[in-house]
């Protein structure tokens, strides 16, 4: 399923123009893995989780976190993407590109 939702996004355009930035690399090997997981755990949680959200759509950040980089070239910027991409497209195997 994975495997299916990955080489669809790497067939967008939009989502292959996602890079991590020399700055981002060094905030990585600077913080650790742990921390960066921490870190995407807790934006999960406090940004897609809630029940509402009062931004969704906006919520995520083009830049400043290594994570909102990863986020958006894996379509889980906010609900509507994850939904796109990983809900609706997996369900039905569309081609949504
Ligand atoms: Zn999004």
Redesign the pocket.
Known sequence: MYNDILNKLSKSKFRNSFHLSSKDIKYINDKGLDVIRYHAEDFIKTRLAPAYIPND?KQ?PMKNHPVFIA??AT????????YKWQVYCSACNSNLL
């Open positions: 759509g995520t986020q958006h379509a889980t910027c906010c609900r509507t993407c994850l």
